[in-house]
């Protein structure tokens, strides 16, 4: 496999000085090597919550809970998910990271070729309770084939279609979509009155990334050969986004402002107001919450497959999820290590799981009535079924980048008008596949 570690490496160098000073001090507060300092770890956590300072919120429970049993204080930093890729790859070169940190699965391969990571032999897993206690899609999505992962899951999520309820029964609409057919002509449908269809994040790199890969998976594409070659531009691929950028540019049931959502929340935000009729996303119970919604409001269905006559595989989600990885330069590692162990346990695994409606990574944490709504049955079941992880590949992180971008370039176009061709999608593809060396 061509592993073009180098360009990795080289873009984690080119970050390191704006990482840092995002980073303050936090980046350099891990425990010390003597005395009182060795109880204390620093933690990076992503935003799964409505925003940092509710994750702090969810969090500080559990983290207060760590240190009574253990002693070990948690230094907590809630990283936006606009910073943390590129906070992590500054502090894999520079050595001034955290402890511990959460990280996007997706990004497991990438991160665990800079060699910057605790990995999770046998023996290490065996004191999390083994392999086997680990969902296998979510553990799946963990590293490379072939080699101990370096981070374990913690958060476990794929996507599907919401859709309100309310809206479909004013629209004369029965039923969930279950062919791409059926969403546009029932987008078309929801798309009246300043209200849409569906909403995105057109600006959002990892949002359209995902959409890329899902697509293109139903399409036949496949983003690298075996010999770790980049193929963005193919037929395939090309078909595939066209084929979402077009809910905007040719069907009309997304919102050309949508265009411009790049956070995480504003596509969610039309949705729970009711401006928007369908989301594809992974889960949103918090805001749903928020909002007063109970299943009564919404419902979850699969995103539609294509039909088997077609070729393409069917896909209709990736496994999605946050893993949490320790350190090689963590000056406590030995507390970090006793942190993934309390974060993977069952009482933690429910606590935060619940909290932020996503889905346990272990199989012991099952047992609570909370997992048996009628949305987290459905994303059990889609992530079971027809779900598929992302290529394991140390270049997964650059195919984020640079095929997020470019389709923010293509969302941005659709949205003033431009025709959105085979050949104009072609280009742009060519251009990301050109940057990797593909």
């Known amino acids: 496999m061509r592993i073009r570690k180098p360009y990795l490496l080289a873009a984690a160098g080119a970050l390191v000085l704006a990482a840092s000073a995002c980073g303050g001090d936090n980046s350099s507060k891990g425990g010390g090597s003597t005395g009182a300092a060795e109880q204390t770890i620093t933690y990076w956590a992503s935003n799964q919550g409505t925003s940092l300072e509710n994750d702090k919120e969810v969090l500080k429970p559990e983290l207060d809970r760590f240190t009574k049993e253990t002693g070990i204080k948690v230094n907590l930093e809630v990283v936006p998910w606009s910073d943390l890729l590129n906070r992590i790859l500054a502090a894999t070169t520079s050595g001034k990271g955290p402890d511990v940190v959460n990280i996007g699965n997706t990004w497991s391969a990438s991160l665990q070729a800079t060699g910057a990571f605790v990995p999770f032999d046998d023996n290490q897993l065996a004191a999390l309770g083994g392999k086997d206690r680990f969902l296998g899609p979510s553990l799946a999505a963990t590293g490379a084939p072939g080699q101990p992962p370096t981070a374990v899951p913690i958060y476990g999520m794929t996507y599907g279609l919401f859709y309100n309820k309310k809206m479909f029964k004013e629209a004369g609409i029965d039923k969930p979509p279950a062919t791409w057919d059926e969403l546009i002509a029932d987008g078309k449908k929801l798309t009246k009155d300043g209200k849409w269809g569906l909403a995105v994040e057109g600006a959002s790199v990892s949002e359209n990334s995902h959409h890329a890969f899902i697509f293109g998976q139903q399409h036949g594409a496949d983003l690298f050969d075996s010999a770790g070659k980049a193929h963005f531009d193919s037929p395939q691929e090309v078909a595939a986004i066209k084929q979402y950028l077009d809910l905007m540019a ?26 928007a009729g369908m989301l594809m996303w992974q889960s949103i119970a918090t805001q749903l919450k928020q909002a007063g919604w109970t299943e009564d409001d919404y419902g979850l269905a699969p995103i539609p497959l294509p039909d088997a006559s077609s070729g393409g595989k069917q896909v209709n989600a990736m496994v999605a999820g946050i893993n949490l990885a320790v350190f090689k330069s963590a000056k406590n590692q030995d507390g970090a290590l006793k942190f993934v162990k309390f974060m993977t346990s069952k009482e933690t695994e429910q606590n935060l799981n619940k909290a932020y409606g996503s889905l346990p990574t272990v199989k012991d944490a099952y047992d609570d009535p909370a997992f048996s709504s009628k949305t987290i049955k459905t994303f059990q079941q889609i992530l079971a079924t027809t779900a598929a992880p992302l290529p394991q590949v140390a270049q997964e992180s650059q195919f984020e980048t640079l095929v997020g971008n470019a389709m923010n370039q293509m969302f941005a176009d659709a949205a003033s008008g431009k025709p959105i061709t085979e050949d104009y999608v072609k280009g742009k593809l060519t251009e990301a596949n050109q940057q990797m060396g593909g």
């Open 250 to 275: 040719d069907a009309k049931i997304v919102n050309p402002s949508n265009a411009e959502y790049a956070n995480g929340t504003e596509a969610v935000q039309d949705f729970v107001s009711g401006k």
